[in-house]
Antibody, heavy 121, light 106 residues
């Protein structure tokens, strides 16, 4: 069955960096676009970034452009989110999710359980 | 950027009730709208895409309608699992989620 497992969350100081990973199984990873979505405590869903099936196209929400980088390694069935210059308002559960199609700008049909990132001094 | 709004923000209902949630886009998104359900402590779950297409395995009590800028999600007979928060998401131009509608027990 389709599984997505995030890791790499934790506590980091403001201004620090963190790299999240999402290992997938149960489907051909290289055939699908992938997303990162976050949810601050008690708040709604915020879409962050998307990457196409082969990694040649990416896009970001304005609030993280220049600070976050989405990437993928299709040989390792792994999606990444490099987060730099973290701020307190980045504190959230971060989800990886699969797009229904290859290009990655559609809807999200499978989600991981999420990994918590806390930015605090 | 396309902004999404949802109403109401909270809805109180009972098991067996028919409930409708509205989602509005700041500009036309044709029919490129999806709906998700999220229960506390879990990841969102895809219910409907392209406004009205039910995802595989989703019960038929869920239905979606609309086009352009106004959309609805209807649950024909609320079940215990349906007390949750519902999000709409547009994918006409990048990806944007609505703020959510919480359905709680009356």
């Amino acid at each position: 069955q389709v599984q997505l497992v995030e890791s790499g969350g934790g506590v980091v100081q403001p201004g620090g960096s963190l790299r999240l990973s999402c290992v997938v199984s149960g489907f051909t990873f290289s055939n699908y676009g992938m997303h990162w979505v976050r949810q601050a405590p008690g708040k709604g869903l915020e879409w962050l970034a998307v990457i196409s099936f082969n990694g040649d196209k990416t896009d970001y929400v304005e609030s993280v452009k220049g600070r976050f980088t989405i990437s993928r390694d299709n040989s390792r069935n792994t999606l990444f989110l490099q987060m730099n210059n973290l701020r307190a308002e980045d504190t959230a559960v971060f989800y990886c999710a699969r797009d229904r199609y290859t290009s990655g700008w559609y809807f999200l049909d499978f989600w991981g359980l999420g990994t918590l990132v806390t930015v605090s001094s | 950027d396309i902004q999404m709004t949802q109403s109401p923000s909270t809805l109180s209902a009972s098991v067996g009730d028919r409930v409708t949630i509205t989602c509005r886009a700041s500009q036309s998104i044709s029919k490129f709208l999806a709906w998700y359900r999220q229960t506390p402590g879990t990841a969102p779950n895809l219910l409907i895409y392209k406004t009205s297409t039910l995802e595989s395995g989703v019960p038929s009590r869920f239905s979606g309608n609309g086009s352009g800028t106004e959309f609805t999600l209807t649950i024909s007979s609320l079940q215990p699992d349906d007390f949750a928060t519902y999000y709409c998401q547009q994918y006409n131009n990048y990806v944007t989620f609505g703020p959510g509608t919480k359905v709680d027990i009356k």
